[in-house]
């Protein structure tokens, strides 16, 4: 059967396993309990390109010991990527140089930031304002009361409920005290996901970084004394 809703995704793991609600073993709390675990679990097993993404609020220059905290609900912790205001991008710091930057030029207006947990830091001196947009990944969220409810795999790569299904399959079985039929069924879970992340990997594999990101100079090859671009050449196949 199809693997979309919340309701397949029960049905299947009861079929699977020859068990229904109504033998008083499993209930539908329990069931409510693995699906929200499961789908925690998977949601968190890769950084999905299907997680990414976009957030932007009006960015207000402050002043203050909090000034440049952000917070933006619903994002993971030290996700964000790139942040840009006003269509500039900033220059993102490790955690403690920022800080040391925040106290030994406290007025500087250099274009960077931080993270540190799920709040942003960003210097409020900084020469630019305007929009303020993020891009990160964010946590999904899932509705346990909704029938038809979907996960986070099942508008992107439906198999991912495949392993939503092993996952809480694993459960029951640890309800059960089938402890080796319960780490097979994670092992199951973990090679499912596994496929997707290559196929992701797969088509990935095209992405170029621009030219002008080496910087000006060209890299030396040390030993042979001739330079990067020498020798590899578009066509030397």
């Known amino acids: 059967m199809a693997l979309r809703t919340r309701d397949d995704i029960f049905t299947e793991v009861l079929v699977r396993n020859n ?5 008083a073993f499993i209930t539908e709390t329990m069931l409510k309990d693995w699906y929200t675990q499961a789908n925690h679990w ?3 097993y890769k950084k ?3 997680t990414e993404g976009r957030i932007e609020t009006t960015f207000a220059a402050g002043v203050g010991a909090d000034s440049d905290e952000y917070n933006f609900e ?3 912790a030290d996700s964000f990527r790139i942040i840009l205001i006003g269509g500039k991008r900033l220059r993102k710091l490790n955690f403690a140089d920022y800080k040391i930057f925040r106290e030994e030029s406290p007025t500087d207006d250099e274009r960077v930031w931080s993270d540190f947990g799920r709040v942003v830091y960003i210097n409020p001196n900084i020469d630019v304002s305007g929009t303020l947009v993020a891009y990160g990944q964010y946590q999904p969220t899932i509705d346990i009361t909704d029938e038809n409810g979907v ?5 992107f790569d439906q198999e991912g409920n ?4 092993e996952k809480m399959s694993s459960y029951l079985k640890r309800r059960e005290n089938l402890q080796q039929e319960a780490e097979l069924h994670d092992t199951r879970a973990s090679a499912k996901l596994e496929e997707i992340w290559k196929r992701v990997l797969d088509e990935q594999y095209a992405y170029q970084t621009h ?9 030396v090859d040390v030993i042979e004394g001739v330079f990067r671009e020498d020798i590899f050449r578009r066509d030397q196949f």
């Open 42 to 44: 998977g949601a968190a």
């Open 211 to 219: 030219p002008d990101r080496g910087g000006m100079w060209e890299r």
């Open 74 to 76: 619903g994002y993971k």
């Open 162 to 165: 495949e392993a939503i299904v």
């Open 151 to 155: 996960t986070v795999f099942s508008d």
């Open 48 to 50: 999905w390109p299907f």
């Open 19 to 23: 068990r229904s609600t109504s033998d």
